[in-house]
């Protein structure tokens, strides 16, 4: 640095360093005011070093920063969701990787082929069956939501699913439409792969769209059913107290 002029000495920088450390000292800020130089670790808020803050960089760098707060966050977001319970234990045990797919019974040494019994090609486990298997992939596309999954065969399928989870309550809030289709799909997914597996049923996209889309009018018409009789509810012990003697 320049003495006294708070700026770099390039001529002297070019002659001493690597080109690469060149660049990244040009590029380094120099406050204007007058500042006392001090060591900072810049990974913490504060610049102080701190073992809580080593630690969480060290999973960021590994990818595993994720576990603990937003992934709780996303716990009780979907628990405290209008979703019907049944659907809110498949989406937890797919996301904990507990759903009978063939290759997590193969992992329990249960004697079964682990090739998936749609396309007879990969290994069943959740990203291959619930996103990249060639039915989900056009299933995904052509519902409502028409998510290209081309593109994401790279991103684990526990990401992918909250990812979209996070996505649509954030512009939805948290009685979004579009969680309830996402959810809906996947269930339908698995309905479809358990028809194959026990029943022998091969349908096309089109009937998977077509239960799904009846599952989802069911589901309103059952909250619509409720919130009549709420309303019932409501009014009848509203005028029991308006009629009642004081
Ligand atoms: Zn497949």
């Known amino acids: 640095m320049v003495a006294n002029q708070k700026t770099w000495n390039p001529d ?23 500042l006392q130089d001090y060591f900072a670790w810049s990974e913490s808020k504060h610049g102080a070093f701190r073992v809580k803050d080593a630690y969480a960089f060290l999973l960021g760098q590994r990818g595993n920063l994720e576990t603990s707060h937003t992934k709780r966050k996303f716990w009780s977001k979907l628990w405290a969701s209008d979703l019907r319970p049944k659907w809110k ?6 996301l904990q990787k507990a759903l009978a ?16 019994n749609i396309c007879h ?20 596309s052509s519902s409502a939501l028409g998510i290209k999954t081309q593109s994401s065969e790279y991103i684990p399928i526990d990401e992918w699913i909250r990812n979209f989870f996070q996505l649509f309550w954030r512009e939805d809030g948290i009685k979004s439409e579009r969680v309830r289709e996402f959810v809906v799909t996947l269930w339908s997914i698995w309905l479809h792969r358990n028809n194959v597996v026990f029943r022998n049923l091969f349908e096309n996209p089109s009937v998977i769209l077509q ?24 009014s009848e012990s509203d005028s029991h107290q308006r009629t009642s003697p004081p």
């Not at 234990?89 to 797919?94: A, E, S």
């Not at 797919?101 to 998936?116: D, E, G, M, Q």
């Not at 069956?129 to 989900?136: G, N, V, W």
């Open 12 to 34: 002297l920088i070019w002659k001493m360093f690597m080109p690469e450390s060149s660049i990244r000292i040009h590029t380094t800020y120099i406050p204007q005011e007058n």
């Open 211 to 234: 239960r799904k889309n009846t599952l989802l009018e069911e589901f309103d018409e059952s909250n619509r059913i409720k919130g009549i009789q709420l309303k019932r509810v409501l």
């Open 89 to 94: 234990i498949f989406i937890w045990r797919l």
């Open 121 to 140: 090609q990969f290994p069943e486990d959740e990203r291959h069956l619930f996103r990249d298997c060639e039915i989900s992939s056009r299933i995904w």
């Open 101 to 116: 797919t063939n290759c997590n019974l193969a992992k329990r040494n249960i004697p079964v082929s682990v090739n998936c």
